[in-house]
């Protein structure tokens, strides 16, 4: 086994984005490992960390050399690979080039009672020291940034100037180069509290000399620390921290030497709406705010600091007077904007685009405004229908508001602070705070029926719009989250089944022709329903459906979200867990669909019939009693399965008993028109058709 030791790689740079380090570091691990592979050079694994300031990877037990290669390759057989006068053939110089060596290299050799082409390949060791650098300055040139930059004079791009670098085998330098830059045995410290440049004697005492000089290279180390001091606080003051985990993240990779720190703000901004201040402490200062025993909001805040422990005092006293002016900006435009009604507010939408083709804001808050009042009356109480029209009314108000132009994420959020404030409907201003629910995968419903409906309204008006100006979301391309707003519409409708997709989307077309778009309304009609039927078959498939039984849903036209997606388990029920139903009804589906002639219609001449005709129309007119009873019951798809599969007898009685295609046109002409009548109670569940039968 050849002579193993440690590496270490350490790209040193100004402070690196926090989000993006996480990737960069995980890809650095990925271009490593791949360029070691390819080399030959042996190693057991490849680690990298990284802090806001550094990029290292670890290689352990790497190989001094790489082992020498002494092999004979095979190729053709010679009568193939030479022709008459000698001569390499195609086969034989193909072979030749794959193997990276001239044709005359070939060698002819015996083998097996046989003669074949050979070539020998002599690959001699290589040191490490030769391949590191390659490899390294190879993967670190390939790390993708959202943004990358040029400085100095420099043509290296990378995501922030790189100012140094480090690069130990064992305790040898190897000098990799990358950006102009030539690696040694020197890091640098804490930029606060050791800013200098220190030498590290070897590969294995790298983390020991940064933990020196207060720099934590291992992320998981900091995200512990962080915890502990959270958690001891929390403790301490009795309080719970909010720690959202895209916020958290981005704190782990701010510090390289993290110090927990309680600081407080004046108490009278707790006056404020405690969603901006969160918002401001969160996502502005990267602060964890403090709320008590009830989940209120308390005055206190965690901070994670990168200076010197000592000096906690002073940092938390300058963090302090930081958030205090931000929460000053926060309070002054909240109280600004109660100067006025909510409803002071709506015509300013004017100002305000939503899409160029789609006009402003204002033009679409009327479309929902009828949207959501047209579906609200379709199935709700007056008071819910009034609710609906003066919280849709009032839904995009607060885009122009103060608080809502320097604090984006809480639009929707202050509207509804801003109604409850001008004496709206409590419905109202629940509606409008959770009009933009659901928001991603998982996220909660408007607890309110005005809200849902509002909410509905809102992204069918963008889903139908988007399609109409001939902007649909393509797989590289949603910037009005159509596919997002599509799952929202269909989760509201699983819980308000009361409610009709097919009626909402016709509403909000009609809403589109009346302010004057021009498209062809069947055919944006019926875009929009396969884009919903295409999100109800992804959750049906998610929700362990089989693709056969989602397409023979499909296939009867059915875009309620309940009903599509109650057929679709119905069907895959009777599958898994009654085959033998199952085997019934598609039996007795494919040997009246195999015959059916749609041309002929549904009503066979009854007194032309004979008795198993009889017994079959009868059967047939049964089932669809019971199909029609069952689908308009809840729960009813498994009885109209049932139903169905009642007929297994009668149409194998009706084949055996008599010839479908007799010669006699008028008898043809009856069991052909009640073969259709047949199949059409089948059509009303399911395409059976297209269904597998499965062993």
Known sequence: MADRKNLVFEIGTEELPALPLYKATAQMQQLV????????????????????????????????????????LRGPAAAMAFDANGNPTPAALGFARGKGVDASQLKVREQDGKEYVFVDISIPARPATEIIPEVLSDAAGKLAWPRSQCWGTHTCRFSRPVRWLLCLFGDEVVPVEFCDLVAGNTTRGNRLMNPNTYEV?????????????????????RERVIREGIAKIEQEQGLKAS???????????????????????????????????????????????????????????????NGDPSRNSVIADGNERVVRARLADAKFFYEEDLKQPLEAYVEKLATVGFQEKLGTMLQKTKRVEKLATAIARSAATREVVQNVRRAAYLAKADLVT???????????????????????????????????RPRFAGDELPSGLVGKLVAMADKLDTVCGIFAIDEAPTGSSDPFAVRRSAIGIINILLAEPDFSLEYAIQCAIEGLEQQGLEFNKAKITQQVRNFFVGRLTAIARDEGVEADTVEAVKAVDVIEPSIFLARAHALEDARTQSPEVFDDLASAYTRANNLRDASLGSEPKQALMGECELDLLNAVDTASNQVTQALASEGGYSKAIEALASLRGPIDSFF????????????????????????????????????????
């Open 33 to 72: 490992e791949e360029g070691l592979k390819k080399t030959g050079l042996g190693f057991k694994a490849v680690r990298t960390e990284s802090t806001p300031r550094r990029i290292t990877t670890y290689i352990d037990e790497l190989e001094v050399t790489t082992t020498p290669v002494e092999e004979s």
């Open 201 to 221: 004697p070897s590969a294995d005492a790298y983390n020991s000399v940064l933990e020196s000089v207060h720099v934590m290279v291992a992320a998981k180390d």
């Open 243 to 305: 720690t959202p985990k895209k916020t958290f993240d981005e704190v782990i990779n701010l510090v390289e030497w993290p110090t927990v720190i309680v600081a407080h703000f004046d108490e009278e901004f707790l006056h404020v709406p405690h969603e901006i201040i969160c918002e401001s402490m969160l996502s502005n200062q990267r602060y964890f705010p403090l709320n008590d025993a009830n989940g209120e909001l308390t005055n206190s805040f965690v901070l994670v600091s």
């Open 402 to 436: 103060g608080a809502v132009v320097e604090f984006t994420s809480q639009q929707g959020v202050m509207g509804g602070y801003y109604a409850t404030a001008s004496g709206e409907d409590p419905d109202v201003a629940l509606a409008i705070s959770q009009q933009y």
């Open 656 to 695: 055996d008993s008599v010839m479908v295609m007799d010669e006699n046109l008028e008898l043809r002409n009856m069991r052909l028109e009640l073969l259709n009548r047949f199949v059409a109670v089948f059509r009303d569940v399911a395409d059976i058709g297209k269904m597998e039968k499965r062993p």
